[in-house]
């Protein structure tokens, strides 16, 4: 079956509804969001099919380790090339061991920094900087957690929501 286009008055409970109705593999109260059966290619026009697959929990799908789980709220544009910007939101895990390329949560001195990790020519984890390409090494700091995943908004101008 094809998706039927919802004309332009058609108000977020007409989606529900919508949903529900065309929902025959779960029970009517899902736990989580409804994921369509078919991965949509970017940029190119597919038909689709109005099957749902199922209804992740997002903290099921995001979360490894609850009692370890936290999320934080970046501020600044400083790891933008790890594709973290302003305002996203980051699920981070303390029992998650930090790789070089992880980015990470760290205490360096008294400071908290949010930073990606890398590995010196002896094999040390060390916080990166962008000047030298190596920041202080990790062996005195406190790592709190390591990014798991980041929540990233596409509409401009909302930080908080």
Do not use: C, K, Y
């Not at 709220?73 to 390329?101: S, Y």
């Not at 920041?135 to 930080?159: E, F, Q």
Request: aromatic share 6%; proline share 9%; charged share 15%.
């Amino acid at each position: 079956m094809m998706l039927t286009a919802l004309n332009s008055s058609a108000t977020a409970s007409a989606f529900s509804l919508w949903l529900m109705e065309h929902n025959t593999h779960r029970t009517p109260e899902p736990t989580g969001w409804p994921l369509l059966t078919m991965p949509i290619p970017a940029g190119a026009p597919m038909p689709l099919s109005d099957d749902i697959e199922w209804f992740p929990s997002l903290d099921d799908h995001l979360v490894r380790n609850p009692a370890q789980t936290f999320l934080l709220r970046v501020a600044g544009e400083g790891l933008a090339e790890a594709g973290i910007h302003d305002g996203d939101l980051l699920v981070m895990d303390r029992a998650t061991p930090p790789l070089a390329g992880s980015v990470a949560l760290v205490i360096v001195e008294g400071v908290a920094v949010l930073t990606r990790l890398s590995r010196d020519a002896q094999g040390r984890l060390r916080t990166s900087a962008a000047e030298s390409g190596f920041g202080p090494p990790l062996d005195g700091a406190t790592r709190v957690g390591v990014a798991r995943w980041v929540i990233h908004r596409l509409w401009p101008g909302r930080l908080s929501s």
